[in-house]
């Protein structure tokens, strides 16, 4: 499967983005869907996670009432909703593909990635 990432952009401090990630190339209802964001000189970290049928979510604790996913498996996409930014959100984020739903949060259980979009936010 195919990822492009796209949404990313320059925000303040408070506002929000919307982040799309679109798939091709394959079964979409076959992969479970992550967002990941990286800042330079830092590890990879995961963001939030949707399941197949986009009704099992997770989140990592940074984002928990502030970060929505989404999925529309209709149009190959999942969203990741970003409220009330933060400077350190500043990242390029990054959307990416598996089977299954364990370990979500792990890079390395991941087979596809998009390319990155870049989220800057100002204070």
């Known amino acids: 499967v195919q990822l492009q990432a796209s949404g990313g952009g320059l925000v303040q401090a408070g506002g929000s983005l919307t982040l799309s990630c679109v798939a091709s190339?394959?079964?979409?209802?076959?992969?479970?869907i992550g967002w990941f964001r990286q800042v330079p000189g830092k590890e990879r970290e995961s963001v939030a996670m949707?399941?197949?049928?986009?009704?099992?979510?997770q989140y990592a604790e940074f984002v928990k009432g502030r970060f929505t996913i989404s999925r529309d498996n209709a149009k190959n996409t999942v969203d990741l909703r970003m409220n009330s930014l933060k400077p350190e959100d500043t990242a390029t984020y990054y959307c990416?593909?598996?089977?299954?739903?364990?370990?979500?949060?792990?890079?390395?259980?991941?087979?596809?990635w998009g390319q990155g979009t870049l989220v800057t936010v100002s204070s």
């Open positions: 990416a593909a598996k089977s299954y739903t364990r370990n979500w949060y792990s890079t390395t259980h991941y087979d596809y």
């Open positions: 949707v399941n197949w049928s986009g009704r099992q979510f």
């Open positions: 190339g394959d079964t979409f209802t076959d992969y479970v």
